[in-house]
C-alpha cells in the first residue's frame, strides 16, 4: 500500500488497536502506521507475547515505521487488564482506541478465570473495562478522542442468561457482544455529551467479511466452504479492511463529533450511518447494562470512574 494520506489534522496521533496482532486489528495497524508519512504511533494489544513481538516486527518491517509497539493483555482475565492499564497509564495520552480484539468460532464454551462467558468477557466487558480506565488518556488527546467500536448489526442482550450457561451457541455469544458494544459506544457517547467533552465514539460495521486468521481455525467443511466463496468475492483482506477503516481514526475532531454516537457502515468511498435495534437504542437498557457490566467487573476503581462519566 503506498502512504496515503487520512488525517486532516496534522499533529501525529497514538493510537491503541486491541487485537492488533492479527485479522482486523492487524490490518487497521498497518494502515495507520504507514498513513500519513508514517507520522503516527500505532500500539497493539494481545494475549500472547510471542505473536506481539513478531506481529510488531513484521508491522514494523512492512510500513518502515518504527513506532509499533506492543502490551500484553489476556482480556479473558481482568487481573491481565489491571496490568495492561497500568502499563498504558504510564505512557504518553492516547488519541484513539480500536475497540476490536474478540474470539469468533469456539468448538465449546470454557469459562473464564473470573467465571464468565469467554465472548462475552473477551469481545466486550473487559473492553468496556479498558476504555473506561483510559478516559482520561483519551480526554488529553490534543486532535480529541475517540474511541471506534468493531460491531457488526444483530444480536441481544440475554437478561436471562447472560453468561449463556442454558444455552450456549458461539454465534449468539458473538452477536451478544456486538449488542453489547454497540450499547456501550452509545451511551458512552450521551454521557460525554451531558460531560461536555469532546471525546466521540463510533460503533463500525465493516460492510463484508474479512479473511482473518478466523478462517484458520473454523472447522475443515466451513473453511472449504469459505474458500469457495473467496473466489467470488466474498472476503475483503485485512489490509483493505485497514484503508477503509484508518480514515476514522484520523479525521478531524470536527468530522469525528459530528459522527459521534452512530452506529456506520461503509459503502462506495464514504461512511453512513445505520439504523440500530430498539433495545440498542434504549437508554434505560443501556443504564442496565453499564450497572451490570460493572457488578461483573466488582473493581472499586472501575465503578469510581465510572461514577465520575456517569455524575
Ligand atoms: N472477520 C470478519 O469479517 C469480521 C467482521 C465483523 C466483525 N468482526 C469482529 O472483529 C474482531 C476481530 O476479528 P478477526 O476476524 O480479525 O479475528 P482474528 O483474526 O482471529 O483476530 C482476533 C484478534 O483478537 C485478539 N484476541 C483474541 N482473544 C484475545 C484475548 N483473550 N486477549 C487479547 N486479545 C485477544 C487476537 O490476538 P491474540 O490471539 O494475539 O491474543 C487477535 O489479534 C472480532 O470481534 C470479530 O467478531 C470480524
Not at 286 to 311: F, H
Request: aromatic share 8%.
Amino acid at each position: 500500500m503506498s502512504c496515503v494520506r487520512i488525517g486532516l489534522t496534522m499533529n501525529p496521533m497514538r493510537f491503541l488497536i486491541t487485537g492488533g496482532t492479527l485479522g482486523m486489528g492487524r490490518g487497521v495497524a498497518h494502515a495507520l502506521a504507514i498513513a500519513d508519512d508514517r507520522r503516527h504511533e500505532v500500539v497493539i494489544l494481545g494475549s500472547s507475547s510471542e505473536r506481539g513481538a513478531s506481529a510488531v516486527r513484521e508491522l514494523q518491517q512492512v510500513t518502515g515505521n518504527s513506532k509499533v509497539s506492543f502490551v500484553r493483555c489476556d482480556l479473558a482475565s481482568f487481573r491481565s487488564v489491571e496490568s495492561a492499564i497500568e502499563v498504558l497509564r504510564s505512557q504518553p495520552p492516547l488519541d484513539g482506541v480500536f475497540v476490536n480484539a474478540g474470539i469468533g468460532y469456539a468448538p465449546r464454551q470454557t469459562m473464564t478465570e473470573d467465571g464468565l462467558d469467554p465472548h462475552f468477557q473477551v469481545n466486550y466487558l473487559s473492553q468496556f473495562m479498558l476504555v473506561l480506565n483510559l478516559l482520561d488518556s483519551l480526554k488529553r488527546s490534543a486532535s480529541g478522542g475517540r474511541v471506534i467500536f468493531n460491531a457488526a448489526r444483530g444480536g441481544e442482550i440475554r437478561w436471562d442468561d447472560m453468561q449463556m450457561t442454558k444455552k450456549w451457541g458461539y454465534e449468539p455469544a458473538i452477536l451478544q457482544a456486538f449488542a453489547a458494544k454497540r450499547m456501550f459506544s452509545s451511551r458512552l457517547h450521551a454521557l460525554q455529551r451531558e460531560a461536555g467533552t469532546k471525546l466521540s465514539t463510533v460503533a463500525f460495521e465493516i460492510p463484508k467479511t474479512v479473511w482473518s486468521h478466523q478462517i484458520e481455525i473454523i472447522p475443515w467443511p466451513m473453511r472449504a466452504m469459505a474458500t469457495v466463496m473467496k473466489w467470488f468475492g466474498a472476503f475483503i483482506s485485512i489490509e483493505r479492511c485497514g484503508e477503509i477503516m484508518a480514515p476514522l481514526f484520523a479525521e478531524s475532531q470536527a468530522e469525528s463529533l459530528a459522527r459521534s454516537g452512530k452506529f456506520i457502515s461503509w459503502r462506495d468511498g464514504g461512511f453512513f450511518e445505520k439504523s440500530d435495534d430498539a433495545q440498542i437504542t434504549d437508554t434505560a437498557q443501556q443504564i442496565k447494562l453499564w450497572d451490570e457490566s460493572l457488578r461483573l467487573i466488582g473493581r472499586e476503581e472501575t465503578s469510581r470512574i465510572a461514577a465520575t462519566v456517569s455524575a
